[in-house]
């Protein structure tokens, strides 16, 4: 079955720091890749999102590109905020099996001033 | 872009009561809505998927008598906890499926029962 496999956290890094979270995936076909992002108290928001190899999804300075040969979505931001302080999850989905979504454990990043 | 909400955010119950909480896309009809549960610092545990007019799947493990859904419209589906019991305080969390396959994700139900 499908599967998701996040770095494990929790992380903490200081405002301004480079962030890597990795993500690794096993899935049969050609999934869809996301990450998620979780406030304190909130449900799940799209931070981004790749369909298909080699496709970069971005937004508010975070990148993931999905890399079929590395079966992997690491997520990256240059600079971090205080305000990106909260729970990430990988998920994958793989456009079948009714289109459920299969997560990963999620990593908390904590970014201090 | 596609809102989904929930109603209540937040409830506490007595135990042996039942809670329902509904799920409604606000913007796109959605043929395919998704619950999920999440304890403290854990991911999504997937218990349903909730299919418009039809009976809902339920992942193994999940007791259907205790946790009925119901998808009426194509904008609305509910989640029933019946005689909740102290174990089934949880973070539920619904999401929605449009037209094109995305899913949007609802703020999230805190359940507390007493």
């Known amino acids: 079955g499908n599967s998701v496999t996040q770095m494990e956290g929790p992380v903490t890094l200081s405002e301004e720091a480079f962030l890597t979270i990795n993500c690794t995936y096993t899935?049969?076909?050609?999934?869809?890749l996301f990450w998620y992002v979780q406030y304190p108290g909130e449900g799940l928001q799209l931070l981004l999102k790749?369909?298909?190899?080699?496709d970069k999804g971005s937004n508010k300075g975070f990148e993931a590109t999905y890399r079929k040969e590395t079966t992997s979505f690491h997520l990256e931001k240059g600079s971090v905020q205080v305000s990106d302080s909260a729970v990430y999850f990988c998920?994958?989905?793989?456009?079948?099996?009714?289109?459920?979504?299969?997560f990963g454990d999620g990593t908390t990043l904590t970014v201090k001033p | 872009g596609a809102v989904v909400s929930q109603h209540p955010s937040w409830v506490i119950c007595k135990s042996g009561t039942s809670v329902k909480i509904e799920c409604r896309s606000l913007?796109?009809?959605?043929?395919?809505m998704f619950w999920y549960r999440q304890f403290p610092k854990q991911s999504l545990m997937l218990m349903a998927t909730?299919?418009?007019?039809?009976?809902?799947?339920?992942e193994q493990g999940v007791e259907k008598d205790k946790f009925l859904i119901n998808h009426a419209s194509l904008t609305l589906s509910t989640l029933t906890v019946t005689s909740a019991h102290p174990e089934d305080s949880s973070f539920y969390i619904c999401?929605?499926?449009?037209?094109?396959?995305?899913?949007?994700f609802g703020p999230g139900t805190r359940l507390t029962v007493t």
């Open positions: 999401s929605a499926r449009d037209s094109t396959w995305e899913q949007y």
């Open positions: 899935a049969t076909g050609y999934p869809s």
């Open positions: 790749a369909t298909k190899a080699d």
């Open positions: 998920a994958l989905n793989g456009n079948t099996n009714a289109g459920k979504s299969t």
């Open positions: 913007d796109f009809q959605a043929t395919t």
């Open positions: 909730s299919n418009e007019g039809s009976k809902a799947t339920y």
